[in-house]
């Protein structure tokens, strides 16, 4: 198994910043992408940044100049920093991770694993 374990998210005024990390553990072989989601309150979760091994990244359009998604590969972590931060930002992220996963018996297994989710509030 694969476990995703999320930290930095809190209350914040509109225009601040914060920095979500998310480490990953477990029986892991490989990761080919992480990235983040985020539910708001009411609404489906919503794509907000995803990242490859080899570092291409991805936005969503609404994040696109204030969000920068990052990772560390030899420590199978991913973060995401937030600046500017708008009341709309509010919601719960979640981390996610793809990749493979050391089965047993010498065999590889696919896995694609989430993080319990961290509460991010902006508001005045």
């Known amino acids: 198994q694969v476990q995703l374990v999320e930290s930095g998210g809190g209350s914040v005024q509109p225009g601040e910043s914060l920095r979500l990390s998310c480490a990953a553990s477990?029986?892991?072989?490989?990761?080919?992408?992480m990235g983040w989601y985020r539910q708001a309150p009411g609404k489906q979760r919503e794509l907000v940044a995803t990242?490859?091994?080899?570092?291409?990244?991805n936005y969503s359009d609404s994040v696109k100049g204030r969000f920068t998604i990052s990772r560390d590969n030899a420590r199978n972590t991913v973060f995401l920093q937030m600046s500017s931060l708008k009341a709309e930002d509010t919601a719960v992220y979640y981390c996610?991770?793809?990749?493979?996963?050391?089965?047993?018996?010498?065999?590889?297994?696919?896995?694609?694993?989430w993080g319990q989710g961290t509460q991010v509030i902006t508001s005045s």
């Open positions: 996610n991770a793809k990749g493979f996963r050391q089965a047993g018996y010498g065999q590889i297994g696919y896995f694609n694993s």
């Open positions: 477990g029986s892991i072989f490989s990761i080919d992408e």
């Open positions: 990242i490859t091994r080899g570092d291409s990244t």
